[in-house]
């Protein structure tokens, strides 16, 4: 069993020291620095080398968006380092952020659900592996703010468009979607702005589309 490097960012010492224990209780799981504002998480990730980084969403110095900004850089500049952020908000325009650019290696839950083990120590997983985990809570609320298609929409979609959604909603790229399926890559983008048009997905930027395309498909009850 590979084991998991967690940086932890938490100004809050209160829950730092609860969601500290809970890392330090997986067997796969090896807690290997914590911080307490954005400036001491980016020095710990340069020092450290972590898998995966688990940050509150506001923290010193300017109490906003710190965990936004850290996942924004991560992307950037260490793609391969998965991050799971942690928030009491419920605000659409958060996780939109957060999943900007794209949902790979991406997790966002609300602080009321850590108190479950099980929830935390799966995203912590599924982000190292490159997948992605939304709190069901936020999805509701983004598809409620954001989208005002319905579930039915994925009924138009084809057999192999539905299979494609599905493969992006693991955050995969186009390309990464064709090696899986084995088709070609314009197969795949065919398919992908077939899925965006049926979805009245046409007028945004791609990054966008993909998101939100995702977001339509975890939705439904039959797709995620």
Known sequence: MATIRVVLAEDNALLREGISRIIDGE???ELVGRAADLPQLLELIEDASPN?????I???????????????????HKPEVGVVVLSQYKTPSYALALLETGSAGRGYLLKEQVAGVDELAQAIRTVAQGGSMIDPQIVDELIEAKSSRRKSDLSWLTPRESEILGEMAKGKSNAAIAASLQVSERAVEKHTNSIFSKLGLTEEREVNRRVKAVLVYLSDPGGG
Request: hydrophobic share 35%.
């Open 27 to 29: 067997p796969d799981f």
């Open 52 to 56: 995966v980084v688990v940050t509150d």
């Open 58 to 76: 506001r923290m010193p110095p300017t109490g906003t968006d710190e965990g936004i900004q850290a996942a924004s850089w991560l992307r950037e």
